[in-house]
């Protein structure tokens, strides 16, 4: 078996469980600000590591760039929105978790 | 390889349905459309795989679009929020 | 054969769509509604992708995934501040409205089976056909030679409507600011400097892709209004004076120019949209061009939702000072 392809399917086997991971978060996480996190971090990765596999896989450099860019497109859309959704709710007087409660 | 791309598809499809649920529940409107933003990244991902497994590339332009276009719903769902103190607090307070 | 994993999304997705609809159009609670639309619109994408449509696909994840969603938000947010409070529907249905619901969709459903067994039992449908007739047309792409060329009034009339229902919202009411105050963060201004010139090219891509490939006018344009909305909501405003005559001259612009190449038909003797072999291809780029500036102003018209009010759509951004005279 060609070495690239047992990368391939080694970074796709690691993807899983940071999407599973993502899901998890969005349904037990206590509150707005916690489930965020879910959002822009588990999910993001794990389509990063979805992007790696794929772009080894790839024919041409110019089909792993597109897949990179796509990457980094929903990076900086994430980040953003993350930011504007706790910005929201930190306004409309939600209190972040503390712990205690 | 194309198997485990398919079978990824399928379990995140699956992921998407889980995480339907926390629409149901809320209790926010802010978690209402976090899991929408989630369900656009966990799309993104779904369209790759897809591509991949069948070949066919030109579907990432369709990902290539998503990406483009996941933090403009969240951008109006912000604005919304953003007018005026009373009438948000009213949204909160019905919504919790 | 369609292998395991697949079969099994093929059935899992068609549940969840239908799912989703359902739920759509029976929450009680409108946002929730929107935000179940958004995700049907998501999935409608995957299905279809999985249908091998990918014209189709790419046009919903543009206008599904970008402008819908906002323009559904935007109409919501607008009409509870016109009411000063949350909205819902009744969460039971009456039982007339029941009946009368069911009996039309059972209805629709019937047409639509009548009308499967009257198609004509062709194999491979028109596809050939297309195929045949592909090199006159001017382009390489089967479904952009189908928009612009072989059944170019049915785009035609797309546009019309489109252009009627900006006329129809404008006559309603005038633009009511969905912001009283620009979003301030500086995340967002960063966002949208790197965003605004990517959608741009994007945009571009995406037409340029269409004489070729799966990709065109009403997918580029979707995605140079999301571009203008990105720079709405953070504040920007059409100048006084291009909000009169150049703002409905450009909204008119790409219908006006797509009749203009209708009618050269006749003017030479052929039928109508029947463009000259000769100018084939200069016509259809000029056409998908201007048509996509058209369509991606009259999608930001529509999620706007009222005409222009007086000299300015917007009002300006409040300064700092103003703001504290007023208080």
Same mark, same amino acid.
């Given at each position: 078996?060609?070495?690239?392809?047992?990368?391939?399917?080694?970074?796709l +086997?690691?993807?899983a469980?940071?999407?599973?991971?993502?899901?998890i978060g969005?349904l037990r996480f206590?509150?707005?600000?916690?489930?965020l996190?879910? +959002?822009?971090?588990?999910?993001?990765?794990?389509l990063g590591?979805?992007?790696?596999?794929?772009?080894?896989?790839?024919?041409?450099?110019?089909?792993?760039a597109? +897949?990179?860019?796509?990457?980094?497109?929903?990076?900086l859309?994430?980040?953003t929105?993350?930011?504007?959704?706790?910005?929201?709710?930190?306004?409309?007087?939600?209190?972040?978790w503390s712990?205690?409660? | 390889?194309?198997?485990?791309?398919l079978?990824?598809?399928?379990?995140?499809?699956v992921?998407?349905?889980?995480?339907?649920?926390?629409?149901?529940?809320?209790?926010s409107d802010?978690?209402?459309?976090?899991?929408?933003q989630?369900?656009?990244?966990?799309?993104?991902?779904i369209?790759?795989?897809?591509?991949?497994?069948?070949?066919?590339?030109?579907?990432?332009?369709?990902?290539?679009?998503?990406?483009?276009l996941?933090?403009?719903?969240a951008?109006?769902?912000?604005?919304?929020?953003?007018?005026s103190?009373?009438?948000?607090?009213?949204?909160d307070?019905?919504?919790? | 054969?369609?292998?395991?994993?697949?079969?099994?999304?093929d059935l899992?997705?068609p /549940?969840?769509?239908?799912?989703?609809?359902w739920?759509?159009?029976?929450?009680?609670?409108?946002?929730?509604?929107?935000i179940?639309f958004? /995700?049907?619109n998501l999935?409608?994408?995957?299905a279809?992708?999985?249908l091998?449509?990918?014209?189709?696909?790419? =046009?919903?994840a543009?206008?599904?995934?970008?402008?819908?969603?906002t323009?559904?938000?935007?109409?919501?947010t607008?009409i509870e501040?016109a009411?000063?409070?949350?909205?819902s529907?009744?969460a039971?249905?009456?039982?007339?409205?029941?009946?009368?619901?069911g009996?039309?969709?059972?209805?629709? /459903?019937?047409?639509?089976?009548w009308?499967?067994r009257l198609l004509?039992?062709?194999p491979?449908?028109?596809?050939?056909?297309?195929?045949r007739h592909?090199?006159?047309?001017g382009?390489?792409?089967?479904?952009? /030679?189908?928009?612009?060329?072989?059944?170019?009034?049915?785009?035609?009339?797309?546009v019309?409507?489109?252009?009627? =229902?900006?006329?129809?919202?404008?006559c309603?009411?005038?633009?009511?600011?969905?912001?009283?105050q620009?979003?301030?963060?500086?995340?967002?201004?960063?966002?949208n400097?790197?965003?605004?010139?990517?959608?741009?090219l994007?945009?571009?891509?995406?037409?340029?892709?269409g004489?070729?490939?799966?990709?065109?006018?009403?997918?580029?344009?979707?995605?140079?209004?999301?571009?203008?909305?990105?720079?709405?909501?953070?504040?920007?405003?059409l100048?006084?004076?291009?909000?009169?005559?150049?703002?409905?001259?450009?909204?008119v612009?790409g219908f006006?120019?797509?009749?203009?190449?209708?009618?050269?038909?006749?003017?030479?003797g052929? =039928?109508?949209?029947h463009y000259?072999?000769?100018w084939?291809?200069?016509?259809?780029?000029?056409?998908?061009?201007?048509?996509?500036?058209?369509?991606?102003?009259?999608?930001t018209?529509?999620v706007?939702?009222?005409?222009?009010?007086?000299?300015?759509?917007?009002?300006?951004?409040?300064?700092?000072a103003?703001?504290?005279?007023?208080r």
């Open positions: 078996m060609d070495p690239r392809d047992i990368l391939s399917i080694v970074f +086997l690691a993807a469980p940071f999407f599973l991971a993502g899901t969005l206590p509150d707005v600000f916690c489930r996190h879910a +959002l822009t971090k588990a999910d993001n990765l794990g590591l979805i992007v790696i596999a794929l772009a080894l896989q790839a024919d041409t450099w110019l089909q792993s597109r +897949l990179l860019l796509i990457w980094l497109l929903v990076m859309s994430g980040a929105v993350a930011h504007l959704i706790a910005r929201t709710a930190l306004r409309a007087g939600r209190k972040p712990g205690r409660s | 390889m194309t198997e485990l791309c079978g990824l598809a399928l379990f995140l499809l992921t998407i349905v889980l995480g339907l649920i926390r629409i149901r529940r809320g209790p802010a978690d209402r459309m976090l899991s929408a989630l369900f656009g990244t966990t799309g993104v991902a369209l790759l795989l897809l591509g991949q497994a069948t070949d066919r590339t030109f579907w990432w332009d369709v990902a290539l679009v998503f990406a483009l996941s933090a403009v719903t951008i109006a769902f912000v604005s919304r929020n953003e007018p103190e009373t009438a948000q607090q009213q949204r307070d019905h919504g919790s | 054969m369609t292998p395991g994993p697949l079969l099994l999304f899992l997705l /549940a969840v769509l239908l799912w989703l609809a739920r759509s159009l029976t929450s009680s609670d409108l946002f929730r509604a929107v179940l958004i /995700a049907f999935l409608l994408a995957l279809w992708v999985r091998e449509a990918p014209d189709v696909a790419l =046009a919903e543009a206008i599904g995934a970008g402008v819908t969603g323009l559904l938000l935007a109409a919501l607008r501040s009411a000063g409070r949350r909205l529907r009744p039971r249905w009456r039982p007339a409205a029941l009946v009368l619901t009996t039309a969709l059972l209805a629709a /459903a019937a047409g639509l089976l009308s499967l004509p039992t062709m491979g449908g028109l596809g050939p056909l297309v195929d592909l090199a006159e047309s382009v390489d792409h089967p479904v952009t /030679a189908v928009l612009l060329n072989f059944r170019g009034y049915d785009t035609l009339l797309e019309a409507v489109l252009l009627l =229902a900006v006329i129809a919202i404008w309603l009411d005038e633009a009511v600011p969905f912001l009283q620009p979003l301030e963060s500086p995340l967002l201004t960063g966002f400097r790197m965003m605004l010139p990517i959608l741009l994007s945009a571009g891509y995406l037409l340029w892709l004489s070729h490939a799966p990709g065109g006018a009403f997918q580029a344009a979707s995605l140079l209004a999301a571009g203008l909305l990105l720079a709405l909501f953070s504040g920007a405003s100048p006084a004076q291009w909000s009169g005559l150049p703002l409905r001259l450009l909204l612009l006006l120019a797509f009749l203009a190449a209708a009618i050269i038909g006749p003017l030479t052929r =039928a109508l949209l000259p072999p000769a084939v291809k200069p016509l259809i780029l000029l056409v998908e061009w201007l048509l996509t500036l058209s369509i991606a102003l009259i999608l018209a529509t706007i939702g009222g005409r222009p009010t007086g000299s300015r759509p917007y009002p300006p951004p409040a300064s700092p103003a703001e504290g005279r007023q």
